[in-house]
């Protein structure tokens, strides 16, 4: 999901930083079994420490920082694979757009 380069993705996502800082290299989908599928689907990020442990905004403390980026690797997993391939492998749905109802109406990707 990104080459490694020195930036922080939460960052660059959220403050447009993209200054060149120390980086954690982060599974996404960090857990047992899925720290494995992360790492195979390269479902993974760097991160600055802040980012990544050691801070309230750090993805292994605050619910919502994990979610951005379950959300990021959700949309990237489904662009290449689907959907059905994502629930399959991953078996937990972060997206709001990929309701059971809306998916009976079908999906349109608007980027
Ligand atoms: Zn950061
Ligand atoms: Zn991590």
Known sequence: MQRKDGTCY?????????????????????????????????????????????????VHEDKEMNLILRRDAERAFIKKYSFEKWMEVFGKNYLDEYTPERRKYGYKSND
């Open 10 to 58: 939460l960052c660059k996502k959220l403050y447009m930083g993209d200054w060149i800082q120390p980086t954690h290299e982060h599974h996404i989908m960090f857990g047992s079994a899925d720290r494995k599928l992360s790492e195979h689907y390269g479902l993974k990020v760097y991160l600055c420490l802040g980012h990544h442990e050691m801070s309230k905004e750090a």
